[in-house]
Antibody
Framework: QVQLQESGPGLVTPSETLSLTCSVSGDSIKSHCWGWIRQPPGKRLEWMAYIYHSGTVNYNPSLMSRVALSIDPSKMQFSLTLRSVTAADSAIYYC????????????????WGQGAPVTVSS | EIVLTQSPDTLSLSPGERATLSCRASQSLSSNFLAWYQQKPGQAPRLLIYRASTRATGIPDRFSGSGSGTDFTLTISRLEPEDFAVYFCQSFAGSSEFTFGGGTKVDLK
């Protein structure tokens, strides 16, 4: 059974960069795409981006200018970077597995990490 | 951009009752790319249904999905105590377009 675990700082200063890493266990990182979804307090879930094991990334157009994803198959990890953060970026950040496997444009999120709460504040 | 509208906002029911949740899309969803998730307080969402009607691995058969085009329904045939939670729908409309609904809370009457 696949398990995902987010790690990273829970507090980020405005205008700085938010960085989170997701560690994957129990599955081959090459079998699926992997992504990030966030949930601001009281707001809807928002898909941010997902990455193929090759390193190709599909981004939410609304975040594309500030977001970057990377993947390290040898470490079974993938990472999120969000630049120039503001208070509006305060949220729970979930790393997810995107399914179905081996699908060029996967279309659902079938495994989730427990979530990493991030607050943007000085 | 597709907008998903869920109704009702809250559904107050008792264990054993049937729950019917609605998700309406602002545009027709090709290939019925509509998924449903369950979220309990303090937990991550869990995938229940994808492609409108296919149950995810390990999901009990009291959960069923139906619909096509712009109107979709999640039905819980007989509510169990562990089913009281918030339910979200999610659409896919291309490589870079995933959208979530605002959620329906199923709470204890």
């Amino acid at each position: 059974q696949v398990q995902l675990q987010e790690s990273g700082p829970g507090l980020v200063t405005p205008s700085e960069t938010l960085s989170l890493t997701c560690s994957v266990s129990g599955d081959s990182i090459k079998s699926h795409c992997w992504g990030w979804i966030r949930q601001p307090p009281g707001k809807r879930l928002e898909w941010m981006a997902y990455i193929y094991h090759s390193g190709t990334v599909n981004y939410n157009p609304s975040l594309m200018s500030r977001v970057a994803l990377s993947i390290d198959p040898s470490k079974m990890q993938f990472s999120l970077t969000l630049r120039s953060v503001t208070a509006a970026d305060s949220a729970i950040y979930y790393c997810v597995r995107v399914g179905p496997p081996d699908y060029y444009y996967p279309y659902f999120f079938d495994s989730w990490g427990q979530g990493a709460p991030v607050t943007v504040s000085s | 951009e597709i907008v998903l509208t869920q109704s009702p906002d809250t559904l107050s029911l008792s264990p054993g009752e049937r729950a019917t949740l609605s998700c309406r899309a602002s545009q027709s969803l090709s290939s019925n790319f509509l998924a449903w998730y369950q979220q309990k307080p303090g937990q991550a969402p869990r995938l229940l249904i994808y492609r409108a009607s296919t149950r995810a691995t390990g999901i009990p058969d009291r959960f069923s999905g139906s619909g096509s085009g712009t109107d979709f329904t999640l039905t819980i045939s007989r509510l169990e105590p562990e089913d009281f939670a918030v339910y979200f729908c999610q659409s896919f409309a291309g490589s870079s377009e995933f959208t979530f609904g605002g959620g329906t809370k199923v709470d204890l009457k």
